[in-house]
């Protein structure tokens, strides 16, 4: 297997490529972000997407009932004894017609991919069966990362699941009570650093460049591998039929980048006939990819990014002090590690980007609560993001569209109950008090 399987530099003027068994989250050649890469003819591919559906029937064993490892000859970086899983990506694709007309689609046509259903309600579960897997390979015994809160959740569980020390980096303050509980249930040394995420990106980086320990955030091309599983499962959702949009929030833009990586490599293979297209929606109060690629024009440009505008934005942020600003804590983010590989994502998929308000966050996350599923608010993102676009007409109303629901509703509690309690917007339920009296009670019924 091992010469089938390596990293590779994405910066095409260096290229350089490394083992698979190497614990690397940037270039060594030149500090750009690596691939995992696969030279497929010498790996067995099925020749079908239908092929995966006889594991259905082997559920009982562990790889096949995962909802990434069934996908493993589409993720072929380790073998089978290293595979790491405690039950992730038992997912529910939604078909879901009172939000599509929330949004502007005809019946029909709306599917909500339900990430909250992972072990710890979101989707980097996916991200982490790969990178605690490769972990493994590489014997790490000690795992650090930088958390909005989620990764640091799911980081905390396969850490104590496959007996590795963890600690979580987490910015004081920016964090929902759901997910920071997850962190100090599972038994994450947890640290928090007095600063935002972008600060503790940069400090985790460095500790594990230091030290030589094994780091988990999505700059990490093994946990992308896990995250092209959840494309997998759309497609399985419809029946092997490529929906015309996928619509993702973008917060470091580690989930765009592996879905685009997972539609190439479809194409590739023969086993998609057309790719989807996909937009990526940030807040606007974290709208670094908003700005760069619908304002600034930056393409990924076969590789060849434009890094004198991005440098500069970057500067400029600096300069200014800037810290994003986001109730949807998980999108809360202005440096996004993943940049260059989502804008290859989004040259893949013939991608838009958009950005939409808290308030319009908000709104939808009520909407998708009422009639559907409970997300957390990064997640109604999609959804906004998702009727700006058919306000535009940039989506027809009879297309077929995914929105991605990447969180559970319950990390984020705070907010849906102010939302609601504040009658914050047009979906608010705002609780009733009454006397404990019986006949205010029945009043209150409104019988
Ligand atoms: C991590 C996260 C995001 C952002 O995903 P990226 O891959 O970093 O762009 C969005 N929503 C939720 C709930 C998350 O946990
Ligand atoms: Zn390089």
Known sequence: MSDAVYQKCINPDCASTYGVGESLFACPGCGDLLDAVYDWDKLFVPDGLAWFEKRWATRANKLDFSGVWRFRELIPFCSEEHCVTVGEGQTLLQQNDPVGEYAGLSAGRLHLEYEGLNPSGSFKDNGMAGAFTHARMVGAKHVLCASTGNTSASVALYAHACALKCSVFIGSGRIAYGKLSQALDFGAHTIQIIGDFDDCMRQVKRVCGDLNLYLMNSLNPFRLEGQKAIMFRVLEGLRWQVPDWVIVPGGNLGNSSAFGKAFAELKHLGLIERVPRLAVINATGANTLFDLYENKGVRFNGGQVDNAVVDGYYQKLNETG?????????????????????????????????EVTDEEIVDAKAVVGRFGLGCEPASGASVAGLKKLRQEGVVGPDETVVCILTGHQLKDPNITVNYHKDKQGPYSNVPVEVENDISAIIKALGL
């Open 322 to 354: 800037y810290r994003p600003h986001t109730l949807a804590t998980a999108i809360e983010i202005s440096r996004p590690v993943n940049l260059k590989k989502c804008l290859r994502a989004l040259e893949v998929c013939n991608g838009v980007v958009r």
